[in-house]
């Protein structure tokens, strides 16, 4: 291998898009009739196998809800003896306690379970079907096999008011880390914006809730970070275009992150046609962005661009229409008085949802 | 301005250090020699950050009356021809317990959380108004008492250090109330609006936090670090494997880690990576940071 190559240590396999929640803020394609699962269990055994060479460490088994998939404890066994530390990123549900706790036997290290709110009628209502009841069991289900519970909250106007609550949930579930994650504007999500964005002054309240809640709960890792639409400069995407994560769509198209694929003009790789190490290595997508070359100004002669890698190409694309842009999160944007505009409209009170429906083949689509 | 005497009194018996545990357990007698050591060593930091918090202090003032009353104290710590510091004095409690006197002086062993709190303490003092630098000074107030519970209980339980190395204990008995009485009367005298008031209790209040912290540094010494369960280790590669991240190490990172079994304490764990690396002077000080980042990283808990 050159000296160039970019160790990747995490491959996110997204195994399906088949879910049974409707959050209005997925981050999913829109296009979902495009992504038939084409990868068979021998498909993704392989992958692992290829990943494991490449020096991935971490390995993501995610969705859409995984445990839609009939050979999860398949996936988990051969990953685990691979010596990949596998990590399930659930729902908690179809999966039920047999399941998983077969899946903890074969070796499955952690979990991440996605909850809504920390209320039933709040939570059931964002996920736009009933299941606040069954993740709070499921977590039950996880702790009692011992494995690490890693708590996954998407916050945005709608329940940023009960901070609180939703911290000592995680708490009393037995997290030993909470995910505090801001919702990003993608796929779906960009639809419901104005429902879903928060104001400042939410933000600054939830900022304190946080400070106060890391003294409060010492023992359990609290993250979150103000989102884009509220710092003047982008999130370090990723840490930098396909540095160290690959993400595997379920039908095999081998990308820098999750929402890539939104980036129409760029050429992705899939495997089983290509081996995993030439998607990662040599597709030409995969390349577009590495490194400092593609930028142009404000992100060439910028002294933050080491940092920030100049935003998110996905936000920039889906904003500006042009993929080389700087990410209009960013101040020294010159799109960035929409991000402004997004900004002074959430003062307004906002318009409800639109859920997506992951069975319907218009993707949910209204 | 009875009230704010008040006020400050009975913030000190809420919250002074009398009331850490370490305490407590040092004047029932139960305190291990190796905790009595840890805690000597330690807390020698801070007496060399007292000096420079009053020198800081004389700065502060206008007043020569106010400035020849306090450069008392820089002495009274770094001795002159006609007495013995108490640095000097601390020093000979450290070889009273048994401790190595260039180490001590040395500073380089001092425990990070005790180091962050007695460094904490000089910024306060040199970020803060003369006022609320007096104010934070009146731990003083609860000092003297101490010192007396201090004494009877070495006597008493802890007769392996001889009586003379208790000669700063004994000299501070003294000192500290009439140092006390010094600064109650300057801020019950310059203490004038509410919002003076309200400056000194905080100032206070900060200090209290200070000497908590100090001793729950001192503790940590004692912790047993133990790799959390959800870790994996890639012994091959240096790797600890998280939940949330991997953390590549050097050949030194991954020898402290294999001695984090829950059983050794931070103090033994630095002991030995010392007899194994004895040619690194900062040994100690990279062992104690490495554990702290470890924590912060999610890969520890202590015991």
Redesign the interface.
């Known amino acids: 291998m050159n000296e160039n190559f970019h160790r990747p240590y995490n491959l996110i396999a997204e195994l399906t898009y088949r879910c049974p929640l409707k959050c209005p803020y997925c981050s999913n394609p829109l296009d979902l009739t495009n992504y038939t699962e084409t990868l068979t269990t021998e498909d993704w055994c392989s992958a692992f196998e290829q990943a494991a060479k490449l020096g991935v460490v971490h390995l993501g088994l995610t969705g859409g809800e995984p445990s839609t998939r009939s050979d999860l404890e398949v996936l988990v066994k051969h990953a685990s003896e691979l010596q990949l530390y596998t990590h399930l990123v659930t729902a908690g549900m179809p999966i039920d306690a047999k399941r998983l706790a077969v899946l903890a036997k074969y070796g499955l290290c952690s979990v991440q379970l996605s909850v809504q709110d920390s209320t039933p009628e709040m939570s059931d209502t964002i996920a736009g079907t009933k299941s606040f009841d069954r993740k709070r069991v499921f977590a039950e289900e996880v702790r009692a096999l011992d494995l690490p519970l890693v708590l996954n909250v998407v916050l945005h106007r709608q329940n940023l008011e009960n901070l609180p609550e939703i911290i000592s949930m995680a708490s009393y579930y037995g997290a030993h880390r909470l995910e505090l994650a801001n919702t990003q504007y993608h796929g779906w999500a960009l639809k419901n914006r104005a429902a879903l964005l928060p104001t400042l002054d939410q933000l600054k309240n939830a900022s304190r809730v946080v400070q106060d809640s890391r003294l409060l709960y010492p023992e359990m890792e609290i993250l979150f970070v103000l989102p884009d639409y509220y710092s003047e400069r982008p999130k370090p995407c990723m840490g930098g275009w396909a540095q160290n994560t690959m993400v595997i769509t379920p039908n095999g198209r081998v990308l820098p992150c999750h929402n890539a694929g939104t980036l129409t003009e760029l050429e992705f790789w899939r495997i089983p046609e290509n081996s995993l190490e030439d998607c990662w290595t040599i597709s030409p997508g995969m390349n577009t962005f590495r490194g400092y070359e593609w930028m142009k100004d404000p992100c060439r002669s910028c002294e933050y661009r080491e940092r920030d890698f100049g935003g998110c190409r996905c936000q920039a694309f889906a904003l500006t229409g042009d993929m080389n842009a700087t990410d209009p999160a960013c101040s020294l944007s010159p799109h960035h008085p929409e991000i402004e505009k997004a900004r002074d409209e959430s003062i307004q009170s906002a318009p409800s949802f639109v859920y997506r429906d992951s069975a319907k083949k218009t993707g949910g689509q209204i | 301005m009875k009230n704010l005497e008040n006020s400050l009194k009975s913030l000190l018996e809420e919250r002074y250090h009398h009331k850490h545990p370490f305490n407590i357990r040092m004047h029932k007698g139960t305190l291990t020699k190796e905790e009595m050591k840890t805690w000597v060593r330690n807390r020698y930091y801070y007496q060399t950050r007292i000096p420079k918090k009053d020198s800081s202090i004389l700065t502060k003032s206008d007043d020569p009356d106010f400035r020849r009353d306090w450069v008392r104290r820089v002495r009274d710590h770094d001795g002159d021809e006609k007495n013995t510091g108490g640095l000097e004095l601390w020093l000979r409690l450290g070889d009273g317990v048994g401790l190595n006197r260039a180490e001590v002086s040395s500073l380089t062993n001092v425990l990070p959380g005790v180091r962050r709190a007695c460094d904490a303490y000089v910024e306060f003092v040199n970020g803060h108004s003369l006022l609320e630098s007096v104010a934070a000074s009146l731990t003083e107030l609860s000092a003297g008492p101490l010192m007396g519970q201090r004494i009877t209980a070495f006597e008493n339980y802890y007769t392996w250090i001889e009586p003379s190395a208790l000669d700063y204990f004994r000299s501070r008995t003294s000192q500290a109330p009439r140092d006390a009485q010094e600064g109650l009367e300057f801020v019950l005298g310059n203490a004038k609006t509410d919002k003076d008031h309200v400056a000194c209790v905080a100032a206070l209040t900060r200090k209290c936090e200070i000497l908590w912290e100090l001793l729950d540094g001192v503790e940590w010494a004692q912790s047993r670090p133990k790799i959390?369960?959800?870790a994996?280790m890639?012994k091959n590669e240096s790797?600890i494997?998280l939940?949330?991240r991997?953390i590549e190490l050097n050949s030194t990172g991954m020898e402290i880690l294999e001695s984090c079994n829950g059983e050794a304490t931070v103090n033994k764990i630095a002991e030995v990576m010392r007899n194994r690396h004895n040619t690194i002077e900062t040994v100690f000080t990279d062992t104690y940071e490495f554990l702290e980042k470890m924590k912060s990283a999610?890969a520890l808990?202590y015991i």
Do not use: I, L, S, Y
């Open positions: 959390v369960d959800r994996r890639r790797m494997v939940p949330e991997a999610g808990e």
